[in-house]
């Protein structure tokens, strides 16, 4: 036994003579790394990520159960998507992410709104003969009402449905704003107010975006020294005339039968005139919205809406929409301005020695509104810099206890007051937008002759003038980039 070993002793040495780099035993290999992953949540929290790690040497890869403790563990709990993660699980991606978690967004609430069941735009609409003659008493002017009848019904806002994030917070909706019934004289809301009802019978006049029933005062005879002159919140009918020196002033619609002579009216709403306006040098018509006149003789009128008549002569007109004549369709001397269109048959003429002056497309009202509401504007931006500072330094000395009662009473007035201008600073700010943005047609409106514009005419559009030099027939002015021009009447 011996001398075997030996032996073997003897062919291990061999061995190492033979192979010298052969001195000791291969390191182990090293041990197996189970596969990672890191959550990633986004911003809005609205949804959750997982990016693994692959194994490494036979390591394992991570279990739906291991994925499931992860998420919770980096405070996942909401929108946990079980079949994505089961999925990862059984075929799981590297170093990519997969998203295994959804949270539910916020729905904002819907704002109210308002289904007119009415005519909030009631536009006059004269009826032409086939004579060429105007049939003031066929206009569609009086839109009635009855007692309970629905004016106005509204959709009410919501408040909208929260959300939710993957971490279970809540995320609250903005809710739906209301809008205000336009509620006017005469009408009633419903117990759920709802719906807006007229709570009489009567006459739907709209002023200002808002619906009033109005009885209408009625003068069976002329407005004259036997009546003095009318003031009415309502609509007023005169039956006969109005004479010259006296007025009528109203909320709503006027309706005059006769003839109107030198005398003032002032309407809120729209005035019918079906004998005419002789105006003189001191009658004056100021009327809300639209206007229809069998014809305009001297005087001022000034109309926001839009003109109906058969001619105008040596008047001074100011319309904020169309000018329109039918019938006869003159115009001749004075001058005459419309924000929209003027469309007549005659205008100007050689028999007269009158100038003729049409403008069109420019609205000085509006300019002129412009101007006060940029000065306004100005002035409510001052005070309320103004006002800010009184607030800030009296906040400073209450933050030191150093405000006196009296002082503390300026506190609270001033802050009041500054909640009060700026609301009316925001609307002022709304109604320049508006009116900058109206300003910017200003100068492009069109003048359509249906027969003839006489020499002498002038006509202004923004900054052009153009006078005319001979007669032009069937055609249309307009204004473009290379001043006043014309074409076929269209």
Known sequence: MLLERVRDMDEENKVLLENPEITEEPP????????????????????????????????????????????????????IDN??????????????????????????????????????????????????????KDLGTVQEARRDQV????????????????????????AGKDKAMPAG?????????????????????????????????????????????????????????????????????????????????????????????????????????????????????????????????NSTVKCGGSIN?????????????????????????SISSSTTVIEVGNDPAMLERFKEVTKDIAAYEKNIKDVELVITTLSKLKEINRLTPEKAANLEKATLYIESIKGTYLELKEEYETLKAQMEEIGYGKVHVKKTAYPGLKIVMGTDVLTLQQD?????FLRNAEGITFTPLH
Request: proline residues 4%; glycine residues 12%; contains cysteine.
């Open 28 to 79: 182990p290999p090293p041990p197996p790394v189970n596969a990672e992953a890191q959550v990633n949540v986004s911003k809005d929290e609205l949804s959750a990520s997982v990016r693994i790690k692959p194994p490494e040497n036979g390591g394992k890869d991570l279990t739906f159960a291991e994925l499931k403790i992860l998420l919770v563990k980096n405070g996942i709990m909401f929108g």
């Open 83 to 136: 079949d994505a993660l089961k999925h990862l699980a059984d075929n799981p991606v590297y170093h990519s992410d997969t998203t295994v978690a959804h949270g539910v967004n916020k729905q904002d609430g819907r704002n109210a709104e308002l289904v007119y069941r009415v005519e909030m735009e009631h536009r006059l609409k004269p009826k032409e003969k086939e004579d060429g003659t105007i049939d003031f």
């Open 151 to 174: 004016l106005c019904e509204k959709i009410p806002a919501t408040p909208g449905t929260p959300g939710t994030t993957v971490k279970g917070r809540e995320i609250a909706p903005a």
């Open 185 to 313: 004289k005469n009408t009633v809301l419903t117990d759920d107010h709802l719906k807006l009802l007229a709570s009489l019978d009567g006459h739907i006049s709209v002023v200002a975006g808002k619906i009033n029933i109005l009885e209408i005062f009625v003068v069976s005879g002329d407005v004259s020294s036997e009546t003095g002159n009318i003031t009415f919140l309502g609509n007023v009918i005169v039956k006969g005339d109005v004479a010259q020196g006296f007025s009528i002033q109203a909320a709503g619609d006027v309706t005059v039968n006769g003839v109107v002579e030198a005398a003032r009216i002032m309407a809120g709403g729209s005035l019918i005139i079906r004998g005419g306006f002789r105006g003189g040098e001191n009658g004056e018509l100021d009327i809300g919205e639209n206007a229809a006149c069998s014809f305009v003789e001297g005087g001022k009128i000034t109309v926001r809406g839009n003109l109906e008549t058969s001619y105008i002569i």
């Open 325 to 349: 004549l039918s019938g006869r369709g003159l115009i001749r001397g004075g001058s005459i301005t419309a924000r929209e269109e003027i469309t007549a048959n005659y205008i100007g003429g």
């Open 472 to 476: 032009h027939t069937f055609v249309t």
